[in-house]
């Protein structure tokens, strides 16, 4: 795999597009199809706003986030140092239910599972490293 990408900033609302954007240049590097550009700009989006949110309850932190491409597939990964938050440990919400009828949250990252090839989680020296991968 060539060398990954690295994007390192506060974890903050107003960000995201810088990571959409840092993301989107090294996708286009690799002729990105448009389908799958858009469905990993909307998995970026997703994930940076929750860990804006959600990470850093107590105050501000940052966020690293790795762009890599090997054999047509892209791998982004999230590191941050909040809270620990296994994502992919909460149950999918049931979608054939009426949205009224719904527990609230959790869509986002079913959306983002759906979406992409691979999602991982682990929590490795005081980081939560959340990894999405998508053929390109």
């Not at 149950?91 to 719904?102: C, F, G, H, S, T």
């Not at 979406?115 to 991968?133: A, K």
């Amino acid at each position: 795999m060539e060398a990954e990408k690295v994007l390192k900033v506060p974890a903050e609302l107003d960000r995201v597009y810088e990571v959409q954007d840092f993301v989107n240049a090294v996708l286009e590097e690799h002729d990105c199809g448009m389908k799958a550009q858009m469905q990993i700009e909307i998995a970026v989006e997703e994930l940076f706003v929750n860990i804006a949110h959600y990470a850093y309850p107590n105050g501000k932190g940052g966020a690293e986030i790795s762009v890599g491409v090997e054999d047509g597939v892209a791998s982004i990964t999230f590191r941050d140092t909040g809270i620990p938050y296994d994502p992919l440990a909460k149950e999918d919400p049931d979608v054939k239910l009426k949205a009224e009828d719904r527990s609230i949250g959790g869509l986002g990252i079913y959306m983002v599972k759906k979406s992409m090839d691979e999602m991982l989680y682990r929590y490795e020296d005081g980081h939560n490293v959340l990894t999405i991968r998508k053929t390109i």
